[in-house]
């Protein structure tokens, strides 16, 4: 079985056939220029608690990292990398001004780690983890998404989870706190450690991820992120998007013009029904108050009946049934076996006479029944 990493679990759990795509098939997504900007601040968030003795990088010595490791991949235009760029210098002199000033060593940094889970290897790296004045442990990961999180996000985040699961059970150090530091505002959202019933939940999430992706259950799952990178092999968006090549050989029906009647002819759908109802009630309401069964039309005629649905009267059936051994035989009333027995040999005429006698109508609904007929044919 496959080690799993969160991003490959989040991956599986937001959609497993771009799991596949990139997890099994190897195929690359697309640079883009905010996840380039996203490495780039966590590499620095790196360099600057990964020393061996304090203090610090200087903001300078810290800025001078930063020119040298930054990644241009992705951008869309030289003006978009430039922004990014400044944007960057500002988000790293805060991070400096925060964190020089009550500097404390932490335990781990990009610590990486692999744990086995009833045969499951879980694996990943965690970006900080302090030790705090309790004693207990502090994760923290770094995120650079453009908003900031709420709390229930963080309380709710499952790689603070498994994050927590992975610590405890490789260091058998109590977790305090979880953190995640939302890099574009220098802000860290913190909660409490997860309790053991979430942990243990997250634990058996992914062995059931796991068990899916060893069965190659790949479907295909619209979600937010919905076109990827992938959209023309995925089988809700390859119509639209894949080459000419790739495409089905041609139908016989048009079927964007096809796409376009049924959608339109859906849109009418809901008024064609109310429209009919309305009729309906109308048309049933007239035969019931002049004691009619059809009435007529230019060219249909319309048949009215109470149409009656039967059953039988559960306890009478089963006081009956049961002093002669007999209830099991019709399964708690299952009204198809009931009707069954009755045509057998075994159930005699006088039975059959006296449960016959117990059936009564259950509820009754109105009909209409259209019927089209010819200029010289009335009836």
Avoid at 286 to 297: D, E, F, P, T, W
């Amino acid at each position: 079985m496959r080690p799993l990493s969160y991003s490959q679990i989040d991956q599986y759990l937001s959609c497993p056939l771009k799991y596949r795509f990139l997890y099994i098939d190897g195929l690359k997504p697309l640079e883009k220029g905010y996840f380039s900007f996203g490495t780039t601040l966590h590499d620095c968030a790196e360099h600057f608690f990964r020393i061996k003795v304090p203090p610090p990088p200087s903001l300078e010595k810290m800025l001078e990292y930063y020119r040298l490791h930054w990644r241009s991949e992705g951008y869309e235009s030289v003006e978009a990398e430039e922004n990014y760029r400044q944007l960057g210098k500002e988000i790293l002199a805060e991070f400096c001004r925060i964190h020089s000033a009550d500097f404390h060593m932490p335990l781990a940094v990009e610590y990486q780690y692999t744990v086995n889970l009833d045969g499951v290897k879980l694996t990943g790296k965690i970006d900080r983890v302090d030790k705090l004045l309790s004693g207990e442990l502090c994760i923290v990961d770094y995120k650079s998404n453009k908003d900031l999180f709420s709390a229930e996000y963080v309380q709710n985040n499952l790689q603070l989870s498994l994050y927590q699961l992975a610590v405890e059970q490789i260091w058998f150090l109590p977790v305090g706190e979880l953190c995640l530091y939302h890099l574009r505002s220098n802000t860290a959202m913190r909660c409490s450690a997860r309790s053991k019933e979430v942990i243990a939940d997250a634990r058996q999430l992914v062995l059931e991820v796991a068990e899916k992706i060893e069965k190659a259950i790949f479907p295909a799952c619209e979600n937010g992120f919905c076109p990827c990178d992938f959209a023309h092999l995925c089988p809700l968006y390859r119509h639209k998007y894949a080459p000419p090549p790739q495409l089905p050989e041609a139908s016989a029906v048009d079927i964007p013009r096809a796409v376009e009647e049924y959608a339109e002819l859906q849109s009418r759908k809901s008024e064609i029904e109310a429209r009919i109802d309305t009729l309906k009630e109308s048309i049933i309401e007239y035969c019931r108050a002049n004691s009619l069964g059809r009435v007529y039309g230019s060219e249909h005629s319309l048949s009215y009946k109470e149409v009656s649905r039967s059953g039988y009267n559960n306890q009478a059936v089963r006081d009956l049934l049961v002093p002669l051994g007999l209830w099991d035989k019709v399964s708690e009333l299952d009204k198809s076996l009931l009707e069954k027995y009755l045509e057998t040999d075994a159930c005699g005429q006088t039975l059959k006479e006296e449960l016959l006698a117990l059936k009564e109508v259950v509820s009754t609904s109105p009909r209409l029944y259209i019927k089209q007929f010819s200029a010289d044919n009335d009836s």
